[in-house]
Nanobody, 133 residues
Framework: QVQLVESGGGLVQPGGSLRLSCAASGLTLDVYAIAWFRQAPGKDREGASCINSDDSTVYTDSVKGRFTISRDNAKNTVYLQMNSLKPEDTGVYYC???????????????????????????WGQGTQVTVSS
C-alpha cells in the first residue's frame, strides 16, 4: 500500500522558515517525480515545486528563490525548504507522486505542465502551514 506522509508544518512569522518532509512507503521514490502542492482556504490547489527522478526541478514563479526541493532516496523522503515565508504562503501543503512526469521531463517543459494535479498518482494527507504575525 502506497503512503505519502507529510510533516513539518506549523505557525511561523513572516520572513521565517520551515522545512516540510514527505516520507514515502510502498513505493521507491527514485523512479517517481515528487511535487509539493498547496491549497489556501477557498482556493484551488496549486503546484509549488517538483523534483524529477533525475533530480531536475521546477518551481512556480511565486516561490522561486525562496523554496528549495530536494530528495534523499536512501530515506525515501522529499523535502521542501521554505524561506522568507509570506502570509500568502499559508495553506495546506500536500506532496504527490507521479510516474508520468519523468517521461515528460525528457523534453523542455513548463512548470505549469509539470505541476498539473491530474498527472499525479498518489497524494498525502497534507500538513498545515500558517504564516502570520
Amino acid at each position: 500500500q502506497v503512503q505519502l506522509v507529510e510533516s513539518g508544518g506549523g505557525l511561523v512569522q513572516p520572513g521565517g522558515s520551515l522545512r516540510l518532509s514527505c516520507a514515502a512507503s510502498g513505493l521507491t521514490l527514485d523512479v517517481y517525480a515528487i511535487a509539493w502542492f498547496r491549497q489556501a482556504p477557498g482556493k484551488d490547489r496549486e503546484g509549488a515545486s517538483c523534483i524529477n527522478s533525475d533530480d531536475s526541478t521546477v518551481y512556480t514563479d511565486s516561490v522561486k528563490g525562496r523554496f528549495t526541493i530536494s530528495r534523499d532516496n536512501a530515506k525515501n523522503t522529499v523535502y521542501l525548504q521554505m524561506n522568507s515565508l509570506k502570509p500568502e504562503d499559508t495553506g495546506v501543503y500536500y506532496c504527490a507522486a507521479s510516474l508520468l512526469i519523468p517521461t515528460i521531463f525528457r523534453r523542455p517543459v513548463s512548470a505549469t505542465e509539470v505541476l498539473d494535479t491530474h498527472k499525479y498518482n498518489f497524494w498525502g494527507q497534507g500538513t498545515q502551514v500558517t504564516v502570520s504575525s
